[in-house]
């Protein structure tokens, strides 16, 4: 059964992907965002005759590679978690402690 379904894992929590999963993410977007830099210069040299289309298209092609190197070093936000904090009052103490204990003095 190789390559099915069975052998990856099902997820039943609500936990942050894994470490690498994050970072090959990151490096997909990377790379697409430092990819669209190319058209942006080609079509910069194929206009190269109506020079304000051909620096519009440099100065697009210009922050790219900023830009793409800080989506790449950003990690994704955390996740709010629910915070489970004790309520206190009667209602939420077992029956035992409800009971009076005695207290005895020496």
Do not use: C
Request: glycine share 4%; proline share 8%; net charge neutral.
């Amino acid at each position: 059964m190789k390559g099915s379904d069975a052998d990856n894992p099902v997820l039943i929590t609500e936990a942050a992907p894994s470490n690498d999963d994050q970072q090959a993410a990151r490096k997909r977007r990377y790379i697409i965002m430092m990819l669209m830099r190319i058209p942006f210069l080609v079509l910069a040299g194929i206009f190269h005759e109506t020079w304000w289309l051909a620096v519009i298209f440099v100065l697009i092609s210009i922050p790219l590679p900023w830009v793409a190197v800080l989506i790449a070093n950003d990690r994704p936000a955390r996740k709010r978690e629910d915070m489970h904090r004790y309520q206190g009052g009667p209602t939420n103490m077992p029956e035992l402690e409800r009971v009076e204990h005695p207290v005895i003095d020496s």
